[in-house]
């Protein structure tokens, strides 16, 4: 069996270290907030090159507690994508603030920067830019618009941690960059976690006091609420911290067997010029998609869909999301998309298995 994703493995690649990391929690005196999440938080700003970084419950509350600390919410609008984990969106809505979606970049599948002008009304606040996949979207021209128009820059790097756009990390551009631990993503915990970084000082202050009560000095100062990140799963993320780089190279081998696949009828990915990969997901492109997932299930191979349906039209979005421009692209590739088997510890001869099935099925087509 060929799986899409394998946190198991993840572990196994790492279990020493991890189980002694879990149990130096265990043997400690300070289950919550204590020193392994002030190690991650101090290893992560380095990693990403920011002042600051903030261990969160999970990648929607590192999104909802940020624009809580810029002061948006009720009445407000952020403009977003609707290709993306609902996460995004529901982030942004436990704000009470509400999500304008415009569409992608056709080659790249990121948000299109020369839509925001036309979505754009003085309700919006904020910019929420996703970097879908492992690789970075147009950040540099989506940072541009929102200074101009004097609104916030929230990078969504829940599926790219350690790419990076130029010589930049992700994450380290905007104001603030919003990071999922969860067990499959490039850094995962083994169970949900969440990361926040940013340069800003005064922002750094209030998401820290909001991922709990609010809290200065055990006072409630502004209303805030718990999204702390578990000491447990701060082990085991210092451990796989070390090892991102070196996880993320693995991926790009596996990406490489996957590469010589391109077709005519079966796209892969466009890199962006100068920008690093790090392959959350390998997703491709075909009009055949749904034969071609019988045909490698029936292989043993189970690929993916990210995603199968855009945000907002998913049952509990459908006509309740403002639509900032046609979504085209975003509605058309949903049905094209597959995500092939990708994991660091994925063996190169599975890939390899994949890539040649994936070639028998074109060639009798
Ligand atoms: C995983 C993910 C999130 C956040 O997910 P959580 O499950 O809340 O940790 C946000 N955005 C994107 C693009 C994601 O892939």
């Not at 892969?268 to 034969?291: A, I, N, Q």
Request: some cysteine; aromatic content about 8%.
């Amino acid at each position: 069996m060929i799986y899409c994703a394998n946190p198991k493995a993840q572990y196994l690649s790492y279990e020493a270290e991890i189980n002694e990391g879990i149990f130096k929690v265990l043997n400690g005196t300070q289950y919550i907030l204590g020193e392994q999440v002030e190690k991650l938080e101090r290893s992560f700003a380095d990693f990403i090159g920011v002042s600051s970084a903030i261990g969160v419950a999970n990648g929607t509350d590192a999104i909802e507690i940020a624009l809580r600390a810029m002061g948006i919410g009720n009445g407000d609008k952020v403009i977003t994508v609707s290709h993306s984990a609902v996460a995004t969106i529901a982030g942004i809505e436990a704000t009470g603030a509400s999500a304008v979606v415009i569409d992608l970049e056709k080659d790249f599948f990121t948000m299109n920067p020369d839509l925001l002008n036309e979505a754009f009304t003085d309700e919006v606040k904020a910019v929420v830019a996703v970097h879908i996949y492992g690789q970075s979207s147009q950040i540099d021209k989506i940072k541009d618009f929102c200074s101009k128009k004097g609104i916030y820059l929230i990078e969504d790097v829940a599926q790219a941690h350690g790419a990076k756009f130029k010589n930049s990390r992700l994450g380290s551009i905007g104001d603030v960059g919003c990071y999922s631990c969860y067990p499959t993503k490039n850094l995962g915990a083994i169970g949900d976690g969440g990361l926040i970084t940013t340069n800003n000082q005064d922002l750094a202050e209030r998401m820290r006091m909001i991922r709990e009560y609010g809290w200065k000095e055990r006072i409630s100062t502004i209303k805030g609420r718990n999204s702390r990140l578990d000491e447990i799963q701060a082990a085991v993320l210092n451990v796989k911290l070390d090892n991102l780089d070196h996880d993320n190279e693995r991926r790009a081998n596996i990406a490489k067997v996957y590469d010589q696949l391109n077709s005519k009828l079966f796209q892969t990915p466009v890199r962006r010029d100068g920008c690093s990969h790090v392959f959350h997901l390998y997703v491709c492109k075909t009009k055949h998609r749904d034969e071609l997932i019988s045909f490698l299930n029936k292989n043993d191979i189970y690929p993916g869909i990210h995603y199968s349906k855009p945000i907002h039209l998913q049952p509990a979005y459908l006509g309740t999301i403002e639509l900032g421009s046609s979504m085209t692209v975003t509605e058309t590739i949903c049905d094209e998309i597959i995500s092939l088997p990708m994991y660091p510890e994925l063996p190169i001869a599975d890939a390899r298995k994949v890539a040649q099935n994936i070639q028998l099925f074109f060639t009798n087509l």
